[in-house]
């Protein structure tokens, strides 16, 4: 059985920075995509960013481009989410999400929740301002 694991979350003050990683086990898929999603209380869950094994691919909300960036560690089943200058409102659950279908590009987005098979339990990040 699969199973994800986000780690990393915490709290910070605005402008700092966390990383958050997503370790997956049991995954014997070799071409996959990778989400990080995240939801406020009250809120819808949305699209952060993804990333593609095969060719790197990768999506960005325009919220966070320029500030988070995703990186994938295949050999280690790891995919990770540098944060940076953070802000009071990237305040959330994180989540990370697996699927070997998906494909994700900065045109197809994170994709939507039912695309995705497996996910974490997610992590919470909270900035302070």
């Known amino acids: 059985e699969v199973h994800l694991v986000e780690s990393g979350g915490g709290l910070v003050q605005a402008g700092g920075s966390l990383r958050l990683t997503c370790k997956a086990s049991e995954f014997a898929f070799t071409d996959y995509a990778i989400g990080w999603f995240r939801q406020l209380p009250g809120k819808e869950r949305e699209g952060v960013s993804c990333?593609?094994?095969?060719?790197?691919?990768?999506y960005y909300a325009d919220s966070v481009k320029g500030r988070f960036t995703i990186s994938n560690d295949s050999a280690n089943k790891t995919v990770s989410l540098q944060m940076d200058s953070l802000k009071p409102e990237d305040t959330a659950i994180y989540y990370c999400a697996a699927d070997p279908y998906y494909y994700c590009t900065q045109t197809n987005g994170a994709g939507e929740l039912h695309e995705y098979e497996y996910w974490g339990p997610g992590t919470q990040v909270t900035v302070a301002s």
């Open positions: 990333i593609t094994s095969t060719d790197g691919s990768t």
